[in-house]
T-cell receptor
Framework: DGGITQSPKYLFRKEGQNVTLSCEQN?????MYWYRQDPGQGLRLIYY???????QKGDIAEGYSVSREKKESFPLTVTSAQKNPTAFYLC????????????FGPGTRLLVL | SQQGEEDPQALSIQEGENATMNCSYK?????LQWYRQNSGRGLVHLIL?????REKHSGRLRVTLDTSKKSSSLLITASRAADTASYFC?????????????????FGQGTILTVHP
């Protein structure tokens, strides 16, 4: 069963806490992406990675960090510097990254306690 | 700022009717893609149309692209209640040298489609 998995489905963060969202894919895709979606809005790009051990900032990277140690995995950390983290976070991947179809995971909803 | 602007923001129709959604964008593109999102779920890819294409079909879906007007439309024919979802256009803008933007899709705010049984 190939695809992209994200965990957890729901995540609660306390003030000043860092939390990490998991994204794993078994599609053998080179490129992976993290998006943030606010209610009634489109997706905004946080970070993306075209190859292992390399990643670039998207449009709203402040307060977030990522790593790409393995091709299959692209975890996103929401740091305490992100003052408004409540949102729906979507991970996506595609084969070569050059504007081709992106395949999305089911998302993680992050809520602040 | 958002590259794609979708119109209308919300559309409500009866089963069996056609639904048309429009997307406008600002910069030159390599391709334009349409995605669907059911409430609280991830996005599902529907169609990709390249800048040198004018029309594409997939089942009940028809997408047109007018690069001179920087606009695209998605037509869903004979709609069903199961088509109820949000629909987003996303553009792969050309890079500064005319090449790819390395997969950096820019999404519009979406059209919420409700199909009543």
């Amino acid at each position: 069963d190939g695809g992209i998995t994200q965990s957890p489905k729901y995540l609660f963060r306390k003030e000043g806490q860092n939390v990490t969202l998991s994204c794993e894919q078994n599609l053998n895709h080179d490129a992976m992406y993290w998006y943030r979606q606010d209610p009634g809005q489109g997706l905004r790009l946080i970070y993306y990675s075209q190859i292992v051990n390399d990643f670039q900032k998207g449009d709203i990277a402040e307060g977030y960090s990522v790593s790409r140690e393995k091709k299959e995995s692209f975890p996103l950390t929401v740091t305490s510097a992100q003052k408004n983290p409540t949102a729906f976070y979507l991970c996506a991947s595609n084969k070569q990254g050059a504007g081709e179809t992106q395949y999305f995971g089911p998302g993680t909803r992050l809520l602040v306690l | 700022s958002q590259q794609g602007e979708e119109d209308p923001q919300a559309l409500s129709i009866q089963e069996g009717e056609n639904a048309t959604m429009n997307c406008s964008y600002k910069t030159s593109i390599n391709n334009l893609q349409w995605y669907r999102q059911n409430s609280g779920r991830g996005l599902v890819h529907l169609i990709l149309i390249r800048s040198n294409e004018r029309e594409k079909h997939s089942g009940r879906l028809r997408v047109t692209l007018d690069t001179s007007k920087k606009s695209s439309s998605l037509l869903i024919t004979a709609s069903r209640a199961a088509d109820t979802a949000s629909y987003f256009c996303a553009t792969d803008a050309q890079g500064s040298a005319g090449g790819t933007s390395y997969g950096k899709l820019t999404f519009g705010q979406g059209t919420i489609l409700t199909v009543h049984p």
